[in-house]
């Protein structure tokens, strides 16, 4: 039987644009994708919170060294216990963060600190990093407007985004491994957030399919990711692109409107 392949074709990619524009289903890929996340960060995060706990054992042994001297010194034994109710809400911290990502619920839209959102998304993925050989610098604008929407899910694009830029690096056998993340704000007010690596860069032509459903550059990779990042940007009423860096690598930048003129979030 002959089959026409341009009908069939198209008939597929109409097929997958339903599928990506039915607001349950992205919601569904974007939890499904939640969770890869910290899968792929489980070392990552499971290391994280050995160091707390590390030290939450040491002050303890310590305040009890201190209490069982003849004469035990209080102010001691209160900074012990004082270092361990400091690393107890770290360790909490952290597996509050990473519940968030996990647990499946409905959109929410709350002011959002862009910058200590993205301070607790690299928290995440510092030993990821370091794994890899990729050093991790910030630069922060300060008392920036809060954003209107929901802090998982921008936090979702800020990890999706790091740990593509991390494995474009862990790939490459010469060269600075760097990844830099940055905040400020658009001559229209709109917060701007930016990723940037020093990885092999974006391949010619490539830039206008990086965001289409299905479309993947990995072996293995679905080509989800970036899509429901733009998904997520742009329900957030922002843009988000990618274009090349200078010397080398890649950048990928997003815009997100603060609270003072943010659009209606959908």
């Known amino acids: 039987m002959f089959l026409d392949s341009t009908n069939f074709d198209r008939t597929e990619g109409e097929a997958?644009?339903?599928?990506?524009?039915?607001?349950?289903?992205?919601?569904?890929?974007?939890?499904?994708?939640?969770?890869a996340t910290i899968g792929f960060l489980a070392a990552s995060i499971v290391h994280e919170m050995k160091q707390p706990i590390a030290a939450m054992v040491t002050n303890a042994q310590a305040a009890l060294r201190w209490l069982d001297r003849p004469a035990p010194d209080v102010d001691?034994?209160?900074?012990?216990?004082?270092?361990?109710?400091?690393?107890?809400?770290?360790?909490g911290a952290l597996v509050g963060r990473t519940r968030d990502l996990a647990k499946k619920r409905p959109r929410r839209s709350d002011p959002v600190e862009i910058?200590?959102?993205?301070?607790?998304?690299?928290?995440?993925?510092?030993?990821?990093?370091?794994?890899?050989?990729?050093?991790?610098?910030?630069?922060?604008?300060?008392a920036l407007?809060?954003?209107?929407?929901?802090?998982?899910?921008?936090?979702?694009?800020?990890?999706?985004?790091?740990?593509?830029?991390i494995e474009a690096m862990s790939g490459m056998s010469e060269g600075r491994r760097e990844l830099f993340v940055s905040t400020g704000k658009t001559e229209a007010?709109?917060?701007?957030?930016?990723?940037?690596?020093?990885?092999?860069g974006l391949a010619p032509g490539?830039?206008?399919?990086l965001f289409e459903a299905f479309h993947t550059t990995k072996p293995?990779?679905?080509?989800?990711?970036?899509s429901i990042c733009r998904s997520i940007v742009?329900?957030?009423?922002?843009?988000?692109?990618?274009?090349?860096?200078?010397?080398?690598?890649?950048?990928?930048?997003?815009?997100?409107p603060s609270t003072s003129h943010s659009a209606s979030f959908r």
Do not use: Y
């Open 16 to 35: 997958r644009e339903c599928v990506l524009d039915d607001r349950e289903t992205q919601a569904e890929l974007a939890h499904a994708n939640r969770v």
């Open 76 to 91: 001691e034994i209160r900074h012990a216990l004082s270092r361990i109710v400091r690393d107890g809400a770290r360790a």
């Open 115 to 142: 910058n200590a959102a993205i301070r607790e998304a690299i928290e995440l993925i510092r030993t990821e990093a370091a794994t890899n050989g990729v050093s991790v610098q910030t630069e922060f604008v300060e």
């Open 145 to 165: 407007p809060p954003i209107q929407g929901d802090r998982v899910e921008l936090q979702q694009v800020l990890l999706n985004l790091i740990i593509n830029a």
């Open 189 to 200: 007010g709109d917060v701007l957030v930016s990723v940037r690596d020093t990885g092999p």
């Open 206 to 209: 490539v830039q206008e399919d």
């Open 220 to 226: 293995n990779g679905l080509g989800l990711g970036l």
């Open 234 to 256: 742009e329900q957030h009423g922002g843009r988000l692109w990618a274009s090349a860096n200078a010397p080398c690598g890649a950048v990928f930048q997003f815009t997100l």
